[in-house]
Each structure stands twice: as structure tokens, then as C-alpha cells.
């Protein structure tokens, strides 16, 4: 890599390269007189018919990023923002040679000898690089010499690059100088190296390669949608590439406790136990892991993220077709009173979880309308992490049917096998 003094390097090397080529046409053409080359502004050079010298002037008008060496480079910060990596700075130079001369056919000439250069030395050697900073004349000539631009490890290669009248005129009217004929060419690759402090990392202990089809799993189907709680309680994927040794399901309510699936039938569908969850919306993933010797194993292919339901059940009491639900006294200090109503579920109830009572009636007396009721539980009506206090207000005298809803997720109902109607959990107000 080059230092930051590459620019100013390879501009001196490209100048000494095209005045080699001057001088030696002084030799052959004495009517070019003291012509030189130069590198400044062309609004710092004297120009018109009295005092204009005959020279060739290469000027740097524009640098840009190369494209090629930009996207090269691995990341130079880690996830902590630390820097990992020192990528090089990389950049194109483009030049505009211009010829002065106040003689009618000089400027010409000049040109041509500057461009035939240019031609028939399309790269800076290094040997060349070497040679120009080699016997340094000049203080400035000593500094250029550590830039270090004949060993990075890109050769720096020019290129003729086409200008048409528009970008000349204006490039010479924001030089604010006489138009002169000139030509350009782009300069390529200057790589500049980083200078900044980067963290050394570890040696790799251990390398462990395994090669293996890159065939990741697919959700396509869950059954049942809606899981009511219960010990045990499974889900039936169906997709593809669901099974293996490998392989787990992983429910981001329980990230801790991923579950091992087993296959059924065709291979298409696999079986997975539900581990602790909170009633509500649920989402897994299957995930493959691969073997790499280390603990635990690593994950290398995940599934897209299905979607359940866990509905929360109400607990039954000893007798068939009771529940833990009680009715507490009523508050008589407001109006309409209000009844508490307490009600034992599972599963567990999570700290932010939203917790409502739903009263439906049952059987009601003909031809009035069944009129059911919602009641959102307080912060602290949550006594425990299975028992939850609703307090109702305004609820017609009667038996109701008694559903618990956690985050969306209705608990169900009993069904009479006679009737087919709904029948339990049932409480009287």
C-alpha cells in the first residue's frame, strides 16, 4: 500500500516521465528553446503572446473512487463498532495536459510529444518510480520518495480519456484561464493504506468444515390453529424438510427450551409438544443445526416463522363439569354493585399479559336477546400467577356462560353431546 503522499508521488513521476520526453526533443528541435513541464493551476501560468513560455502543464483536476478496489474490501468495524479491518483508500487521479506556447505551431508540437509519452508508456513501472526518487534533488522530492507508490501492489495504469467541447469549456471556465489544446487521461489505482489502530484478534484454535446440501426446512401447514391448554398438547407441521437428527423446533415464547419433532406418515409432517407457554399468539421456527464439535451445536438453515393460537383453559373442580370459579360478595358502595369473580386458568399468566372476563347467557328466556358481557382485569386483580379477580358491574341477574381471555386467546366451552349446545364453564349472578 501507499502512504497519502501517492498523489503528489505520481504526479512528480508522470511529470518526469513526459519531460524526459521533452528534453529529448529539445535535442532534435532547438527552436523549442527552455521548454519544460509543469504541474500547477493553469490560472497560476502566464499566458498570451508576450512572455508565454513553450511548456506542457499536467494538471490534476479530479479525483475519484475506483469502483473496482471500493466494494473489495471485508467489513472494517465489528458489531461493537470496534475496527476490525483497515480497507485501502482507493482512488483514480485524472489529469488534463494542456500546451503553451507563444510560437504558432509549438503548442502542437508540445502536445504531441507529451501525448505520444503518455502512449507509449501506459504504466508506471517501478522501476521507473524507483529511478525518479532515487537521487532526490529537492526537499520535496525527499518526501515524496516514502510514499512507498512502487510497491503497493496495483501498478498504476494510465488511461486517455475522452472529453468532449461542453466538459472542456467548462472545466477551463471554472479554471478562469485562456482555453489551451490539451488532452486528458485517468490514472488508476492509487491504494492508500489506513493508518488506523485496528484490534488484532485471536488465532483460529480449531477449523471444522462440513459440507452439506443446502436444503432449509418450510413451514406450510399448522394444525390445529387453535391449541386449547392441556398437558402434553402437540402441533402437526407439514412442509418440507421438517425432519432429521438435527432438527428442532424452537418457540420464540420458550427461546430456551426448543423441542425435539417426531415424523408421521409420509415424512411431510412432523409432531412437536408444546414446552411453557403463555396462552395468546405463539410463533416457532424449525431450525437445523450442524455438528461442529462445539456446545451448543450450531444453527446453519431456519424455517419461516409459523403462527398458533393457546387458548387458556379454565381448571375443573372435583365435581363433572365444575370449575374454579368463584363469586365474592358484592360492593354495594357503587352503583350498579360490583361482584367480584375469580377465576382459576391455565397456563401461567405472564407479567403484561391482557386479561378479560366473558359472560354469555345461558339459555336465556325467549323472545329476549342473549346480551353477553366483557370485563377487562385490574393490575391488581391478578392475584397469582393461574388466578385472576374480574370485577363485573351491571350484569343482569342469571346463568352465564364463562369464557377467559388472555392477549386475544378465548378459553372453550364444554359441549353437550345431547343438545350440541354450549353447556360449561357456567356460573349464576
Do not use: C
Amino acid at each position: 500500500m501507499s502512504t497519502a503522499l501517492a498523489i503528489a508521488a505520481t504526479s512528480r513521476v508522470i511529470a518526469a516521465m513526459v519531460d524526459d520526453a521533452v528534453a529529448a526533443a529539445r535535442l532534435a528541435m532547438p527552436f523549442l528553446g527552455g521548454a519544460t513541464t509543469t504541474t500547477a493551476p493553469p490560472d497560476h501560468l502566464v499566458t498570451g503572446t508576450d512572455g508565454e513560455v513553450t511548456n506542457l502543464n499536467l494538471f490534476l483536476y479530479h479525483v475519484t473512487y475506483n469502483q473496482g478496489w471500493r466494494e473489495a474490501g471485508l467489513p472494517t468495524r465489528g458489531s461493537d463498532g470496534s475496527q476490525v479491518g483497515r480497507a485501502p483508500l482507493a482512488i483514480d487521479l485524472h489529469y488534463l495536459m494542456s500546451a503553451y506556447s507563444a510560437g504558432d505551431y509549438e503548442a502542437q508540437i508540445m502536445l504531441g510529444i507529451g501525448m505520444q509519452a503518455m502512449h507509449e508508456i501506459p504504466v508506471l513501472f517501478r522501476g521507473k518510480i524507483a529511478n525518479v526518487f532515487s537521487n532526490p534533488a529537492t526537499p520535496v522530492d525527499r518526501v515524496l520518495a516514502s510514499a512507498d507508490l512502487a510497491n503497493q501492489i496495483e501498478m498504476v495504469k494510465i488511461v486517455p480519456q475522452q472529453i468532449g467541447t461542453d466538459e472542456l469549456s467548462k472545466l477551463w471556465t471554472a479554471f478562469q484561464s485562456k482555453f489551451r489544446v490539451s488532452a486528458a487521461y485517468a490514472v488508476s489505482v492509487l491504494l492508500i493504506e489506513s493508518k488506523v489502530p485496528v484490534v488484532a484478534p485471536l488465532p483460529v484454535l480449531s477449523r471444522n468444515v462440513v459440507v452439506l446440501p443446502l436444503a432449509g426446512p418450510v413451514i406450510d401447514v399448522i394444525e390445529p390453529q387453535s391449541v386449547p391448554f392441556a398437558a402434553g398438547a402437540a402441533l402437526t407441521l407439514t412442509g418440507t424438510n421438517l425432519a432429521g437428527s438435527n432438527t428442532f423446533v424452537v418457540f420464540d415464547g420458550a427461546p430456551d427450551a426448543p423441542q425435539k419433532p417426531s415424523a408421521s406418515g409420509d415424512g411431510a409432517s412432523v409432531s412437536v409438544t408444546l414446552p411453557a407457554l403463555n396462552a395468546g399468539i405463539n410463533t416457532l421456527r424449525v431450525v437445523q443445526q450442524i455438528d461442529l464439535g462445539t456446545t451448543p451445536k450450531t444453527a446453519f438453515a431456519e424455517s419461516n416463522v409459523a403462527s398458533f393460537i393457546l387458548q387458556p383453559r379454565i381448571r375443573r373442580a372435583a365435581g363433572p363439569g365444575q370449575y374454579l370459579i368463584t363469586v365474592g360478595a358484592a360492593d354495594n358502595t357503587v352503583k350498579p354493585p360490583r361482584v367480584p369473580v375469580t377465576v382459576t386458568l391455565d397456563p401461567s399468566l405472564g407479567p403484561k399479559q391482557k386479561v378479560s372476563l366473558l359472560l354469555s347467557p345461558l339459555n336465556p328466556p325467549a323472545p329476549l336477546s342473549a346480551r353477553s358481557y366483557a370485563f377487562d382485569a385490574d393490575a391488581d386483580g391478578i392475584s397469582g400467577p393461574n388466578t385472576v379477580t374480574v370485577k363485573t358491574q351491571g350484569v343482569a341477574a342469571g346463568d352465564y356462560l364463562v369464557r377467559i381471555r388472555v392477549d386475544g386467546a378465548d378459553s372453550p366451552f364444554d359441549i353437550d353431546p345431547g343438545t350440541h349446545a354450549f353447556s360449561a364453564p357456567k356460573v349464576t349472578l
